[in-house]
């Protein structure tokens, strides 16, 4: 069985516990769950949530429908991974010590457009949004400098045009 | 009005007409108002009981069943049968007391987190913070708990809030646009099954409790009609069609008889009708049905597909979509006849053994005295163990609703209560409690619930001393080595039942069964019969992650007996 990634776009009350009883659900069913994103919608009274879990075709369509039976989850998507659009948002805190850093760092983030939201004697903080595999490769290249400390999001996803 | 009279005067306007409940600290509002109502509540004498009463009470009726207990220990009590009727589907309404709410949180006396707790076993829960939300929350979890699969739901109320004055009675709805069960069948598939099962050499249909649940047993019968189909059912599905008829192969499964178990596998296209196939009903799933096309009938998508491969899956109300299917087949009813011939001729020459004349006496013999002293309207009820499989195996069920077992949970200490909650949704129908003495034991203070109340519930305990299904195990695979299964200094049940004001009566002996039960039944009287039975007798079965026709023990027939005539007196005849 190969254990493909899935961005699964959900619709769901948006009220106490439905995080935990969809979060439950997917752990019961045995898919492991890699990021979760829960964010008001167009819609008033419901969440979009997100979520980005891998696991084989049988054990997602099992999960789908086990959903499909929570009241509180309105509707359910299994994004196309070929019409996606996936972004995150990441806070990166990097160290400025050794000599230079700082403009190398300000060069980096002006070719992957992070904003530099605040900056001291040791260390310069950035944000970066965009889809992971850019924000993965944009943390590559700090590593050198000495990161401190890394927040991610974790994505949230939307099919592209008419999809 | 207050929440508690809001609570009392939403469950009336529902058709509730008895609650089974336990006080305590956080539901002594909702029980000071209970004093003026006019809703029966049974006082049970223990949680977990009143949650089996519930679910055969609604079982028996087909109506939603209610319990309710008080936060903490209360409501982890009720756990057990919450988790049996939502593994069984049945409707139930669990409501729950809770700390207040400005103490939620703060791990007050007698405070869980019911709602965390129980939701995995529940179809839905609400917690209502106002007072004027909970007609509403009433109804809303009548209709979630009792269409689509049913199953059961939880309303923790905390204490002010059952204090909480209302402003205006409403019994609407809360929104629940997440929740849409498909009852209809689609057309297009609809006419494809029909095609199938025509084209079939070896149709074969296999009913579960969904079948029950719907009320499809006539339409289960017209259909098997058509296509000249055998019937068999899981535990859920017993009583879906007559067990005498022809058409009925009885149970399959682990225990299931032969003439199912040995002829499934021959099929070309199976009909599976609100079943899950569960394990302990298909055995190995690589050696399950080979040959065969699968239509698979289930109002929950999740079900199709989960363990078996479906060929044409079928979501929708079994009875509605079984009416349309029907009307397919009509007009042009299947001709073949030579499949379903065999297979009743198969029958006729496998009829299980159930008569015998040995000291102690054998369980098959009990379930016969059994069968013999029930009518097709006696409720009977099942605790979970080896009699359950007895009665499962040989006990034959006429009418739906009519057989009440723990099925997927296995839950020991089911059946007792289970039944007490039958007799009062049915207090016209006998009601047959048919327990080991293990799990009776788990709730036999609840004979003080059934003199309380004067519930009549006749008690057939098949006492082997031992916990019987564990036992059998370890003699046929675990070199019997006997851990823990004999149940050493068990009580005088006669005095037990003596103490707590219930008729007893010890029976060891042949035909004495059958005379005390139909005299019970008869004069509507409760009583507990303590019958011994022979502890090393043991019913055929496939091993655990075997195939279905992996078979541990024997079968043995009808046909070979010859009684002496003195047993065949005693009996009194078939």
């Known amino acids: 069985m190969s254990e493909k990634s899935h961005v699964i776009s959900t619709l769901v009350e948006h009220k106490p516990g439905v995080l935990q009883n969809v979060a439950s659900l997917l752990n019961r069913r045995g898919f492991n769950i890699d990021s979760i994103t829960v964010g008001t919608s167009e819609v008033e ?59 190398e760092i300000i ?43 890394i927040a991610r999001t974790g994505p949230t996803a939307i099919a592209r045009g008419h999809h | 009005m207050r929440g508690g009279d809001a609570i009392i005067k939403a469950l009336m306007d529902k058709g509730v007409d008895t609650i089974f409940g336990y006080p305590g600290g956080t539901v002594i509002p909702f029980y000071d108002m209970l004093y003026d109502s006019d809703l029966r509540h049974i006082l049970v004498r223990h949680e977990q009981c009143a949650a089996h009463a519930a679910e055969g009470y609604a079982r028996a009726s087909g109506k939603v069943g209610v319990c309710l207990a008080t936060s903490g220990p209360g409501a982890t009590n009720l756990v057990t049968g919450i988790a049996n009727a939502y593994m069984d589907s049945s409707p139930l309404i669990a409501i729950t007391g809770q700390v207040v709410s400005n103490l939620i949180g703060n791990d007050a006396f007698q405070e869980v987190d019911i709602m965390g707790i129980t939701m995995p076993i529940t179809k839905h829960s609400y917690q209502p913070k106002d007072a004027n939300d909970i007609p ?12 689509g699969r049913c199953g059961p739901v939880l309303i923790d109320v905390p204490k002010e809030v059952q204090e909480q004055e209302l402003d205006d009675y409403v019994l609407g709805t809360i929104p629940t646009p997440g929740y849409k069960p498909t009852v209809k069948g689609n057309s297009k598939q609809i006419a494809k099954a029909a095609k199938m099962l025509l084209e079939a050499d070896k149709p074969f249909i296999l009913a579960g409790g969904g079948t029950i649940l719907s009320g499809a047993n006539e339409e289960v019968k017209k259909l098997a009609e058509l296509i000249n189909a055998p019937i068999a059912t899981t535990l859920m599905g017993k009583g879906i069609v007559d067990e005498k008829d022809d058409l009925s192969m009885g149970m399959l499964g682990m225990h299931g008889k032969q003439v199912a178990n040995q002829n499934i596998n021959k099929t070309d296209c199976l009909l599976a009708i609100g079943c899950r196939f569960s394990d302990r009903t298909t055995g190995k799933l690589e050696e399950f049905i080979p040959n065969a096309k699968v ?19 079928i979501v929708g109300d079994a009875k509605i979509v079984l009416n349309q299917l029907i009307k397919e087949l009509e007009a042009k009813p299947s001709d073949k006849n030579a499949w379903l011939k065999s297979i009743v001729e198969f029958k006729k020459s496998t009829i299980p053994r159930v008569s015998y004349d040995d000291i102690p006496l054998k369980p098959q013999q009990v379930i016969k005295e059994i069968a013999n002293s029930i009518t097709e309207d006696t409720i009977v009820t099942t605790d979970v163990g080896l009699h359950q499989m007895w009665a499962a195996h040989f006990l034959d069920i006429s009418k739906p609703r009519k057989f009440i077992s723990s099925g997927g949970l296995g839950t020991m200490g089911f059946g007792f209560p289970a039944a007490i909650g039958a007799k009062v949704a049915c207090p016209d129908d006998a009601v047959l409690a048919i327990v080991g003495d293990g799990g009776f034991l788990m709730v036999s203070q609840e004979l003080a619930t059934i003199k309380e109340y004067d519930i009549p519930v006749v008690i057939a305990m098949l006492n082997n001393r031992k916990l019987g299904m564990v036992y059998q195990w370890q003699n046929k695979m675990y070199n019997q080595r006997y851990s823990q299964t004999d149940m050493g200094s ?30 019970a039944l008869k004069d509507n009287e409760a009583i507990l019969v303590d019958i011994t039975v022979e502890k090393n007798e043991f019913i055929p079965m496939f091993p655990p992650g075997g195939g279905i026709n992996d078979l541990l023990g024997e079968y043995k027939y009808e046909s070979d007996v010859e009684l002496s005539k003195d047993s065949q007196h005693a009996e009194g005849g078939e």
Do not use: W
């Not at chain 1, 989850?73 to 972004?87: A, F, G, Q, S, T």
């Not at chain 2, 199709?304 to 060929?311: L, Q």
């Open chain 2, 295 to 313: 239509i698979h009938i289930d109002i929950d998508p999740a079900e199709i597909g989960k363990n078996v491969a479906v060929d044409l899956p």
């Open chain 2, 490 to 519: 068990t009580p005088d049940f006669v005095k037990l039942a003596e103490s707590y004001g219930i008729n007893a009566v010890r029976v060891e002996e042949v035909g004495k069964t059958q005379e005390i039960l139909s005299k």
């Open chain 1, 107 to 149: 060069e980096y983030a002006d070719i992957f457009k992070a904003k530099i939201i605040d900056v001291c004697d040791d260390f310069i903080t950035m944000e970066v949004t965009g889809n992971p595999e850019k924000i993965d490769s944009f943390l590559r290249l700090l590593k050198p400098f000495g990161i401190k400390k």
């Open chain 1, 45 to 103: 009274g419901l969440a979009r949530m997100v979520f980005v879990v891998k696991g084989d075709e049988k054990v997602l369509e099992q999960v789908i429908k086990q959903l499909h039976k929570l009241v509180d989850v309105v509707k359910i998507k299994d994004l196309d991974p070929d019409y996606v659009l996936k972004r995150e948002l990441c806070l990166v805190k990097v160290k400025t010590t050794r000599e230079k850093s700082r403009s």
């Open chain 2, 136 to 147: 509403s929350i009433i109804n809303t979890s009548f209709e979630i708990a009792s269409t």
